[in-house]
């Protein structure tokens, strides 16, 4: 069996990024034939550890600058992006989803560039494994319509929640919203019913927003951790680092400053805290800027709490997965309070870590710890949940029993290789076995 991977962006260490790059190659340990094609690929920032066995075709390399942009389209690009600073401006292409239609425009025109890379490439594939977003699946349908190849589309997030849901100015306008439900995106559901031959999500509330979106209802298939992390010894590198005593509890989060991931409620936390559990507490997040207002935001609300030396922030991700894997464990607590969270990679990697992961609602995987340890699930935003959660664990040390749940749920049902047999099934069925 012959696949064709798309991803649109293999460009950061992020979930999807890291979700396309493990089924690729426990695909090809399976026995699947696996080439991958992106749009954008760098190969320093994009999980290497995992992309030296692979395949990986791509249109240009961010650092490389492999796409020259000509004088004139360059300053074209400037004049406009000044333009539409002015706030007027910003409100009218807001209101009307100027912004959606224009980049509705750019993925038609990057996707044909992603198709033709696959035509070059010369090779006869079985099946068009499509991942995230429209760049991807577009790409795919234009393949499709040369070669009758059918589509798996894994579908990682939907356009309404980056064009409606994501960014603060565009929630209010009614129009806005009128014109994209009802009008712009029904482009994209009639290309997508008409051209994709099986669609996956990670988990119930995705699998309702593609319902709604389409009209049908996915497959879910779930995320999963190498087998190997399964067996990892605990580890002490924030105790030695920092100088922490055995009996500090150390909390750990791997996060972005971005609204949606919601920082400010481990912030928030913290100050909620009895005097005697905050003494206990050492709470370490690593967490790059995504929105420079939001962390100044952060820094000015809990000036507190980044002064504590039992808090320390961290704007970088971990450099490579050695390191994250040695954050997970050295951590007795992982904390991820989210909303509008497709899955969270994150609170599986640190129970398959043996560390106890606490989820607000507003992440896919509470779906499945709230039926493993459903008192380290809170309710999202609810901070005075999360605060009381914390305490009552510190106290009683519960986190040792309920770590060893969660990694025991997770290694009978969420590693790599179980959720690509599933897949394998799954292509089976499309391709008459």
Not at 122 to 131: N, S, V
Not at 292 to 316: A, G, M, P, R
């Amino acid at each position: 069996m012959k696949i064709a991977l798309i991803h649109s962006h293999l460009n950061d260490r992020g979930g999807s990024q890291r979700y396309v790059l493990e089924i690729a190659n426990n695909l090809k340990s399976l026995g699947v034939e696996v080439d991958v094609f992106c749009y954008e690929y760098n190969d320093d920032l994009c999980y290497p550890e995992l992309t030296s066995h692979l395949n990986i075709q791509k249109i240009y390399t961010r650092k490389d600058n492999e796409i020259k942009i000509s004088p004139k389209n360059n300053f074209f690009k400037k004049y406009i992006k000044s333009f539409s600073k002015y706030k007027i401006v910003k409100k009218i292409i807001n209101t009307f989803g100027i912004d959606y239609l224009y980049s509705l425009y750019l993925v038609n025109k990057s996707s044909k560039k992603v198709t033709e890379l696959i035509i070059d490439n010369k090779i006869e594939y079985d099946l068009l494994f499509t991942h995230e977003e429209p760049l991807s699946v577009y790409a795919a349908i234009k393949y499709k319509k040369i070669k009758n190849t059918p589509i798996y589309w894994f579908c990682y997030d939907t356009i309404e929640k980056w064009f409606l849901e994501w960014k603060e100015d565009h929630k209010s306008s009614i129009l806005r919203r009128f014109l994209l439900k009802n009008i712009y995106f029904k482009y994209d559901k009639y290309i997508i019913n008409k051209f994709v031959d099986k669609i996956a999500v990670l988990d119930d509330n995705m699998s309702k927003r593609y319902h709604k979106l389409y009209g049908k209802n996915p497959l879910i298939r779930r995320g999963g951790i190498p087998e190997t992390i399964l067996d990892y010894s605990k580890k002490n590198k924030f105790r030695e680092r920092f100088n922490l005593s055995d009996d500090m509890v150390v909390i750990f989060s791997l996060t972005r400053f971005v609204n949606y991931r919601r920082v400010h409620d481990i912030f928030d936390m913290y100050t909620k805290l009895d005097v005697d559990v905050q003494k206990k507490l050492f709470i370490y997040i690593s967490s790059p800027i995504t929105d420079n207002s939001y962390y100044e935001w952060c820094i000015e609300k809990y000036s507190e709490v980044f002064e504590s030396k039992n808090v320390q922030v961290n704007l970088d991700f971990p450099k490579n997965d050695d390191e994250m894997y040695d954050m997970y464990l050295s951590s007795d607590l992982f904390v991820f309070p989210n909303e509008n969270q497709t899955w969270g990679h994150a609170p599986l990697e640190a129970m398959g870590c043996g560390v106890t992961a606490l989820v607000s609602t507003g992440c896919g995987i509470s779906e499945i710890i709230k039926n493993i340890s459903s008192e380290t699930v809170f309710e999202v935003s609810n901070t005075v949940a999360l605060t009381n959660m914390i305490e009552d664990m510190v106290r009683s040390k519960s986190y040792e029993i309920i770590s060893k749940k969660q990694k025991e749920y997770v290694r009978n049902n969420l590693t790599w290789k179980k959720v690509c047999e599933k897949y394998v099934d799954d292509f089976k069925e499309i391709l008459g076995n």
